[in-house]
């Protein structure tokens, strides 16, 4: 079963509105990554948190790291239509090795 | 740099048939994974390397073989194509391993098993 989990699946917000997705995931962690990717496209890098680590901004992006609720939130600031993407959380575990994986998904949809 | 790059960006098999992925990164990186993407899912990891000579399984590795002879390569091989095979497969590498470094992806792979 897949480590993280997004919620909701889907999203569809006006331009200019925030956005909030939320991932969980079950075992302890090494980080915390989020992803995103356009329709048909590889992955493209947003943000990594580490376990010790509670908050990160980057540009309109903040993300938040709750590790005793297992929990993390990603949150987009005035939306632009160019933020439609599907928007992928990841978590790393030392298991035997390093291993990262990847939640469903939440689909974003701006209306402009 | 040309990243991380995989081939064939497109391939139908047949039930049954052999096939190589392939996937270079000239990043130096010493961690690569690879990944296969259903319809409206997540990513699932198939098998991934912390370097030359060492490989491990992810979650989905029945049916995938991978070797790394080099840092630079990391093919996937498909021994005998089933349908449950059709999707889209990306490939990645980070810096290190994968713990504090973002992965980088590749354009992926559309593979479909008839």
């Known amino acids: 079963s897949q480590q993280g989990e997004e919620d909701p699946q889907a999203l569809s917000i006006q331009e200019g509105e925030n956005a909030t997705m939320n991932c969980s995931y079950k075992?302890?962690?090494?980080?915390l990554q989020w992803y995103r990717q356009n329709s048909g496209r590889g992955l493209v890098h947003l943000i990594l948190?580490?376990?010790?680590?509670r908050e990160k901004h980057s540009g309109r992006l903040r993300v938040t790291l709750d590790t005793s609720k297992k929990s993390s939130s990603l949150l987009i600031t005035a939306s632009r239509a160019a933020d439609t993407a599907s928007y992928f959380c990841?978590?790393?575990?030392?298991?035997?090795?390093?291993?990262?994986?990847f939640g469903a998904g939440t689909r974003l949809f701006v209306k402009a | 740099n040309a990243g991380v790059t995989q081939t064939p960006k497109f391939q139908v098999l047949k039930t049954g048939q052999s096939m190589t992925l392939q996937c270079a990164q000239d990043m130096n990186h010493e961690y690569m994974s690879w990944y296969r993407q259903d319809p409206g899912m997540g990513l699932r990891l198939i098998h991934y390397s912390v370097g030359a000579g060492i490989t491990d399984q992810g979650e989905v590795p029945n049916g995938y073989n991978v070797s790394r002879s080099t840092t630079e390569d990391f093919p996937l091989r498909l021994l005998s194509a089933a349908p449950s095979q059709t999707s889209v497969y990306f490939c990645?590498?980070?810096?290190?391993?994968?713990?504090?470094?973002?992965?980088?992806f590749g354009p992926g792979t559309r593979l479909t098993v008839l």
């Open positions: 990645a590498s980070s810096e290190r391993d994968s713990s504090y470094n973002e992965q980088f």
């Open positions: 990841a978590t790393t575990s030392y298991t035997g090795g390093f291993k990262t994986i």
């Open positions: 948190i580490r376990s010790n680590e």
């Open positions: 075992t302890s962690i090494n980080n």
